[in-house]
């Protein structure tokens, strides 16, 4: 069995990126990012999820954890994608306001027809593609990279500038999410 893309060290530290089925744009609205930060937080908590560095891009995530405690990452990681999927999912099924219902619900419902996982609707593409982290010149590019996707994308000239990523706590100002575990 491949362990390509696999929480297969169970006291590694990961880089992970996951995104929206088709790649939609959900996370530009505040109401479903706040679901994915307070999960993040709950997971800390509650899971012994560690938060090195984190972004929210419009249709993705990138996160670089690890763990201080059971369960296994791949389990955290689980739990957080299957909660937030069914929490943004009541969300938007019974949001009035969300001009664009009807085209995501119908999009969340053909991939998870298309998906034998899935009794109804897929939120989240099925992989996390994880990289565990082994060396310090690796840990950094994917720091950086995390951090300059928002510079990337256009939103932002510098990285701290980016309310949804852990840039600014790296750059001494505290963030959304409590309790970064810094690298390097």
Avoid at 11 to 37: H, M, N, P
Avoid at 70 to 94: G, N, V
């Amino acid at each position: 069995m491949s362990t390509a893309y696999k929480f297969s060290n169970p006291d590694g530290i990961y880089f992970t990126s996951f995104a929206c089925v088709q790649w939609v744009d959900v996370f530009v609205r505040k109401k479903y990012t706040e679901v994915l930060i307070d999960s993040l937080s709950f997971c800390q908590k509650q899971k012994g999820l560690v938060i090195h560095a984190w972004c929210i891009m419009p249709s993705h995530v990138h996160l670089i954890i690890s763990r201080s405690k059971e369960p296994t990452l791949s389990d955290i990681m689980r739990d957080f994608k299957k909660f937030t999927a069914d929490s943004i999912l009541k969300m938007i099924k019974e949001e009035s306001g969300e001009n664009r219902k009807s085209w995501m619900m119908w999009l969340f419902g053909s991939a998870g027809r298309e998906n034998p996982n899935n009794t109804h609707y897929q939120f989240w593409q099925q992989d996390n593609h994880p990289e565990e982290l082994m060396t310090n010149r690796f840990m950094e590019q994917k720091l950086n990279y995390l951090h300059q996707n928002a510079v990337v994308a256009g939103f932002v000239d510098k990285a701290e500038d980016y309310l949804l990523s852990s840039a600014r706590d790296y750059a001494g100002t505290p963030g959304l999410i409590e309790n970064i575990g810094f690298l390097l």
